[in-house]
């Protein structure tokens, strides 16, 4: 470990604020991305979900240290033990409920909210690292954190863009129309691996729909295909998921 943090490892009331204060920044800097893209956990979110595992870590080390020291004598006459790492694994129990919260199966078969369910509790068990006073550790885990969030998006997004294998939900008049969207589908020279079909009642929505799993050749672009589909009378809405 790096010598030039030991003085930090102390526990003082200015390395307890020094963690706190370093929590509540990183905790930030996560959240600040996602709050600019309007996701359910944004920038205060991550904050206090930050601060809150280091406080719950530094909980643990007072509560250690104070039954070595002031209260040792009521310690040793009850039998009392306390383990910080304990305390701390209670986070990481605790912010499943939260992250949970954030996950939602939308109409067209859509799973939203799991990249921000990961961002929190990587933001909390950055707040463990914090409250411990393991810096280096957080600063090597928050820079790769903000490089998944801020950076990796993009090459996501090229990577989605060339990929072979779509999902595609169309929304069309009648369930007698599936048939022309399969015969449309295949005249791209798709080939066609299921047909998840939701009638209007299942979704709440005034027309029936269904996701088609794709796989493209080479010369089909995801816009050619998607086109295609669309050109058809009887479909009202197409969607790349």
Known sequence: ML???????EFTFFSVLLRLSI????????GLERAKKRRPAGFRTYMFVCMGAALTILIG????????????ASAQGLSLQTDAARIGAQVINGIGFLGAGTIIVTSRQQV???TTAAGLWASACTGLAIGAGFYE????????IFLCIRLLPALEAIIVERARDINVYVEFVSLDDVGAIITRIKEQNAQI?????SRPQETGSR???AVFSLHLNRRSSHEDVLSAIFALDQVLIIDEI
């Open 3 to 9: 010598s030039i943090f030991d003085p930090l490892r």
């Open 23 to 30: 929590a509540m920044v990183f905790g930030g800097a996560i």
């Open 61 to 72: 080390q007072y509560s250690q240290l104070m039954l070595q020291t002031r209260w040792l």
């Open 112 to 114: 939203k909210g799991l």
């Open 137 to 144: 550790c957080v600063l090597l885990a928050f820079l790769l």
């Open 193 to 197: 691996y299921s047909v998840e079909i």
């Open 207 to 209: 027309n029936p729909s």
